[in-house]
């Protein structure tokens, strides 16, 4: 079937580009719908004491990312293989049914392991990336990043805010089933609209998984991005699982705490959503590397203040300002990553990189979690910002520009 879009005037990569943008925009909002309420709904699945839910919240949180580490690169060769489009409506469409099987979750541990799953089939943002930096000129790949990034951030401010709102108002349930809803209507318009020119040809298919990531490991650049994304990822998630819990030891009314928690962490999206395109453009104008240590450093400050907050209004605008920070370091790690990969195997390699972020996805919340029931949460603040701080560091001794 033919993208309905083909004839239009719309040059073919922005094209896909806006399209991809829809896709991820609504896939990405169904996940952020059940991010506000989640600790609370593993209470009601049978978790006991808040330290338990603490712990149960980080294994939650991580679970999706602890089987794609495995099978994102494997997706990612697959695609260069045989069509990135193919690996995308894949993974949507298992988005979908796997968030589905969440709503009839009866104890903790069936949320879990359907989470679990969830990250082995899916796998969009990765897929995504691949079409988009295949299709795109490389002198627009830093606004292409971005843009794309906004689609994230986007979701993740609605997502939240409505999540939390309709958690209150529904019950936790039924969001699942509106996530899936939304995740097979994001399939649908893959098929419709997202085009991917050309197919893999003998080169391609002579080029294997294991020499991809020979290829990213003996690079050093790519093994410094590796790293970074990976530890950039644990810092952030290590506080989601009990952000919503912080939220509720600041907040002095007993009702509404998810539709406050979906503030909370919807606020951060709206920054970044306004900041994320200036930085996509800075990046192309002064260079993605002065970019990432930029963002990476002013995000890592931002965290530190935010544990000292004593209201929730507070923590509001502390969220505010690092969102307009936090939105530059993924497209300026993602163009990066583009720029020194051939395009033969820029699928595969995208995969292997973001796999170290899918690390870093799985053991922040783990340890995020098990920290704060051991030494409580406003700590895992105070770390974040230590391991950013240490990201910026890093790449501002290991990292640098590809050449034109």
């Known amino acids: 079937m033919q993208p309905l879009w083909r004839k239009s005037f719309v040059e073919p990569w922005k094209r896909n580009l806006?399209?991809?943008?829809?896709?991820?925009?609504?896939?990405?909002?169904?996940?952020?719908?059940?991010?506000?309420?989640l600790p609370f709904y593993i209470r009601e699945l049978g978790a006991g004491d808040l330290e338990e839910v603490k712990r149960w919240s980080g294994l939650i949180y991580a679970a999706p990312f602890l089987l794609a580490v495995f099978t994102g690169p494997l997706w990612g060769w697959v695609g260069d293989r045989y069509g990135r489009r193919m690996m995308l409506i894949r993974a949507i469409f298992g988005f979908a049914a796997t968030s589905f099987l969440m709503a009839f979750a009866q104890t903790v541990t069936q949320l879990f392991l359907f989470r679990l799953v969830q990250g082995g089939v899916a796998g969009f943002i990765a897929a995504t990336l691949a079409i988009v930096a295949t299709t795109t000129p490389r002198e627009q790949m830093g606004y292409a990043m971005g843009i794309l990034q906004t689609s994230l951030t986007t979701g993740g401010?609605?997502?939240?805010?409505?999540?939390?709102?309709?958690?209150?108002?529904?019950?936790?349930?039924?969001?699942?089933?509106?996530?899936?809803?939304?995740?097979?209507?994001?399939?649908?318009l893959v098929i419709l609209l997202v085009q991917e020119d050309g197919k893999p040809g003998e080169k391609r298919k002579s080029l294997g998984l294991f020499s991809n990531y020979r290829f990213v490991f003996t690079s050093p650049i790519l093994s410094t991005i590796f790293v970074a994304s990976l530890l950039v990822q644990l810092a952030i998630m290590g506080i989601q699982p009990i952000l919503s819990l912080f939220v509720e030891s600041l907040w002095s009314k007993a009702e509404n705490v998810s539709t406050m928690a979906g503030f909370v962490f919807g606020?951060?999206?709206?920054?970044?959503?306004?900041?994320?395109?200036?930085?996509?453009k800075r990046g192309d104008r002064i260079g993605y590397r002065k970019t990432l240590i930029m963002t990476s450093l002013?995000?890592?400050?931002?965290?530190?203040?935010?544990g000292w907050a004593t209201d929730v209004y507070q923590l509001l605008i502390?969220?505010?300002?690092?969102?307009?920070?936090?939105?530059?370091?993924?497209?300026?790690?993602?163009?990066?990553?583009?720029?020194?990969?051939?395009?033969?195997?820029?699928?595969?390699?995208?995969?292997?990189?973001?796999?170290?972020?899918?690390?870093?996805?799985?053991?922040?919340p783990i340890s995020g979690g098990f920290l704060a029931a051991s030494v409580g949460m406003r700590p895992i603040f105070y770390f974040t910002a230590a391991l950013l701080i240490l990201v910026t560091l890093g790449a501002n001794r290991l990292l640098k520009d590809p050449p034109n």
């Not at 943008?21 to 309420?37: D, R, S």
């Not at 002013?298 to 935010?306: H, W």
């Not at 939105?327 to 973001?354: F, Q, V």
């Open 267 to 280: 606020v951060t999206g709206f920054a970044s959503l306004i900041a994320a395109p200036y930085w996509g």
């Open 298 to 306: 002013a995000t890592g400050i931002s965290y530190l203040p935010q």
């Open 18 to 37: 806006y399209s991809l943008w829809a896709v991820e925009f609504l896939a990405v909002l169904g996940m952020a719908l059940v991010l506000p309420f």
């Open 318 to 364: 502390l969220r505010f300002v690092q969102g307009l920070f936090v939105g530059g370091i993924l497209p300026a790690l993602y163009t990066l990553t583009t720029l020194n990969a051939p395009d033969e195997r820029r699928g595969g390699i995208l995969g292997i990189t973001r796999s170290g972020l899918l690390i870093g996805n799985a053991a922040g």
């Open 157 to 188: 401010i609605i997502g939240p805010l409505v999540g939390g709102f309709l958690a209150d108002l529904i019950g936790y349930r039924n969001i699942f089933f509106l996530t899936g809803g939304l995740g097979f209507l994001a399939g649908i």
